[in-house]
Structures are given as structure tokens and as C-alpha cells.
């Protein structure tokens, strides 16, 4: 599940979650949800202020846009202090979400069709197929669904495009390994809009 018990995780392929130890983390104002997702895309790595405004005002900011979104970071520490593992890194010029990667689904996702291409590489396609539904599982709708933003929307499509190439790599193998009655229901799935995604739940 995208919510396991005594662990912090922040779930941006669906719309925006973060939970901590099974119990979601109340983010409800739609700029401060584009910060937060703004550095989970880029989690562990410095994201400079001029991009989170660009991303969270499409690149057309107020005038106190500097001051406000100092404001939306303190309340996004204020929510993650009591945890441990995460640190909302503040410098001069960026902040930086420092998390385990394990701990978001996107890192994950990757992780496992990186691990997925290696083992097809190598010849050894079940254990290839079983990496990429681990991956793909970890999708409950839309990426970053919910989530204000035509910068973030854009980042959105990269990561759907990710999406569409696991799924392409999980039916190549599928169908070299005989199954190609069983990828019939996810080719018809797939060929429907997602138009709801699932809850974060416990494991």
C-alpha cells in the first residue's frame, strides 16, 4: 500500500498524499500543495526559489510572492517536524525536501523499472515482469491529479510518459513469455480514462 505503518511517505502518482506512521498529513491549500509537490518531484535536492515560483504561480507571481511562499514553506515544516526522517532544507537562494527516496512512490516507481530493464537485459524476463507490477502498483490515477499548475501539470505528463514506457516494457515481456491472453484486460483498462484514483491506505 502507499501508506505503511510507522513510516513517513509522500505519494505524488495520484493525486498529492502524504501520511505519516498511516495518518494523512491534512495539506488543503492548493498553493501550498504545489510546493510540497514541487520538491517531492525533486526530493533530496536543492530546488531553487525562482522555480517553486514559477511552479506554484505559473510564472507570474505577486508581488509579496517571495514572503508568501516563505510562508507556505514554515507551514510545511511546522507539519513535518515531529518526523524524524524528513527535514524541510531551507539556504539562500533553494529549499530541499530531505526524505528517504524509498520513501516516495515516485523514487520507487523508477527503482523498479530501472531494476525491471536490468533483469530483461539479462535475459531473465519473469523476474523483469514481476519488478514492473511492482512499479506500476504503485499508481492510483493520475500523476500529481489535483495538484494546481501548468508547470506541475507538465511534470505531470513526464511522468505518465514513464508510465506508458513501463507498461509498453511489462507487455513486451508478457507477450515473449507466452501470456498474451492475460494482458488483454490491462490493454482494455488502459484504453479508458482514469478518472478516479484510490485512497492511501495501511499496509
Not at 507539519?79 to 520513501?103: C, F, G, I, N
Not at 523483469?128 to 500529481?144: D, H, I, M, Y
Not at 491529479?145 to 501539470?153: N, R, W
Not at 511534470?155 to 505518465?160: D, K, R, V
Request: glycine fraction near 6%.
Amino acid at each position: 500500500m502507499i501508506c505503511g505503518r510507522n513510516v513517513v511517505y509522500f505519494a505524488i502518482l495520484g493525486s498529492l498524499e502524504a501520511a505519516a506512521s498511516g495518518v494523512p498529513i491534512p495539506i488543503t491549500a492548493p498553493k501550498q500543495r504545489a510546493v510540497l509537490a514541487t520538491l517531492i518531484i525533486d526530493a533530496n535536492n536543492d530546488v531553487p526559489v525562482d522555480r517553486l515560483t514559477q511552479y506554484v504561480w505559473d510564472d507570474r507571481p505577486p508581488v509579496a510572492a517571495q514572503t508568501t511562499l516563505q510562508s507556505y514553506i514554515y507551514r510545511l515544516r511546522q507539519l513535518l517536524r515531529p518526523m524524524r526522517d524528513v527535514e524541510l532544507q531551507t539556504s539562500s537562494a533553494s529549499y530541499m525536501l530531505q526524505v528517504a527516496p524509498v520513501k516516495t512512490d515516485v523514487w520507487s516507481f523508477k527503482h523498479h523499472v530501472a531494476e525491471a530493464r536490468e533483469k530483461a537485459f539479462h535475459g531473465d524476463l519473469q523476474e523483469s515482469v514481476q519488478c514492473l507490477r511492482k512499479g506500476l502498483s504503485l499508481w492510483r490515477g493520475n500523476a500529481l491529479a489535483g495538484v494546481p499548475g501548468e508547470f506541475i501539470q507538465r511534470e505531470a505528463g513526464f511522468l505518465e510518459d514513464e508510465r506508458i514506457a513501463a507498461y509498453e516494457d511489462l507487455f513486451s515481456a508478457e507477450i515473449a513469455l507466452g501470456n498474451h491472453r492475460k494482458i488483454i484486460p490491462e490493454l482494455q483498462k488502459l484504453s479508458r480514462p482514469t478518472s478516479s484514483t484510490r485512497p492511501c491506505g495501511r499496509s
